[in-house]
């Protein structure tokens, strides 16, 4: 019967030191289904609240990848593009050229630009002891 008493006082005690602690444990245990039931509608919410956001991020994204397509094959892109072999690139140019003559015709026009610098270029020699580009300080005499 002495451990039931010393239980008991130190339960007694503890509530005179702890009051709202204890109140707010009391009401916990009267209300324990209803606060229960909130508390899983929180943390459902806290959940479901990223899932749904990333959801709608996933169909945004989705729907502008659709829009980008659709623009590039009304754009005429869709053309350049060949099932297993990647895209034409240069292949609907319009004038049938292939990227290899593209690039022999653009290496034959570098060449030719090149030569013609070359030819009009005066050979000078630079004189070393021409000092024409010296700042020169003068006075201005009246």
């Known amino acids: 019967m002495a451990y039931l008493k010393i239980i008991f006082y130190g339960l007694l005690s503890f509530i005179e030191r702890n009051p709202i602690f204890c109140l707010v444990i009391l009401l916990l245990a009267l209300f324990a289904p209803f606060v229960i039931k909130w508390a899983l509608w929180v943390i459902l919410g806290l959940l479901a609240i990223p899932l749904i956001a990333l959801l709608i ?28 072999t990647g895209f034409g690139g240069f292949a609907n140019m319009g004038n049938g050229m292939s990227l290899e003559e593209l690039v022999r015709q653009m290496q034959a026009q570098a060449d030719a630009r090149q030569r013609s610098n070359t030819k ?23």
């Open 57 to 84: 991020f996933t169909l945004r994204f989705r729907k502008m990848q659709r829009d980008v397509n659709n623009q590039f094959r009304q754009a005429g892109g869709a053309s350049g593009f060949n099932a297993g």
């Open 120 to 142: 009009s270029e005066p050979k000078t020699t630079k004189i070393d002891n021409d000092k024409s580009g010296d700042y020169v300080d003068f006075e201005e005499v009246k």
